[in-house]
């Protein structure tokens, strides 16, 4: 089955513990990218990749950082979690072109207290 | 400013009857896509629909249709018939670029859907 997976679904952690969340996909995508998303304030991007080495900053990549050794991987870096990245996350793929639709993983909760 | 535009933070429909859900969108590159995502309270999102910006046609795909007025950059979403799973919340996004191109895909903030029993 065509998959985006995230792991993990909910965490919550404390104030400037390091933590890593995983993105995987298995329909050997090029384009891989990470938003969050806010009450009120949609999917913002923070890193997208083109592919394996190649990333970019999207719209708010404060605080955080990827990294695209594989294909498959794009996991996204919390090195210093603050409450402020509280928030929903998602991780998409998608082929080249610009009418093929993105596939989402399912989300990551995170909370920092 | 603002790229993808959705006006209606919440709306409500009767179930069985049609509804429309708005987005606007801002670009001057000739060439894009358009492309509506539904959220469930689940919290996936769903892929519904797509519409090229050199398409001559509006985009259907079942209960949904795409209603592209490119002269007024408007892209709406029309669900028909309304059932009580189309209460969600609806996104509207925009990739720019020709067609081999990667750009990034843009989000609305979204529109809550509630369908009434």
């Known amino acids: 089955e065509a998959q985006v997976t995230q792991n993990p679904r909910y965490l919550i952690t404390v104030t400037g513990k390091k933590l890593t969340v995983t993105c995987s996909q298995n329909m050997n995508h090029e384009y891989m990218s990470w938003y969050r998303q806010d009450p009120g304030l949609g999917l913002r991007q923070i890193y997208y990749?083109?592919?394996?080495?190649?990333?970019d900053k999207g719209d708010v990549p404060e605080g955080y950082k990827v990294s695209r050794k594989e294909k498959r991987n794009f996991p996204l870096i919390l090195e210093s979690p603050s409450p402020n990245q509280t928030s929903l996350y998602f991780c998409?793929?998608?082929?080249?072109?610009?009418?093929?639709?993105?596939?989402f993983g399912q989300g990551t909760r995170l909370t920092v207290v | 400013a603002q790229k993808i535009t959705q006006t209606q933070p919440g709306m409500f429909v009767q179930e069985k009857e049609a509804v429309t859900l708005d987005c606007t969108y801002d670009t001057s590159d000739p060439s894009y896509g358009l492309f509506w995502y539904k959220q469930p309270s689940s919290g996936e999102m769903i892929f519904l629909i797509y519409?090229?910006?050199?398409?001559?046609q509006n985009a259907t795909e079942g209960r949904y249709s795409l209603n592209f007025q490119k002269a007024r950059k408007s892209a709406n979403l029309v669900i028909s018939a309304s059932q009580l799973g189309d209460s969600a919340m609806y996104f509207c996004a925009m990739r720019e670029g020709p067609p081999g191109s990667q750009g990034n895909l843009i989000f609305g903030k979204g529109t809550k859907l509630s369908v009434k029993p």
């Open positions: 990749s083109m592919n394996v080495e190649v990333t």
């Open positions: 519409q090229g910006s050199y398409d001559q």
């Open positions: 998409a793929s998608s082929n080249r072109g610009r009418s093929t639709e993105a596939f």
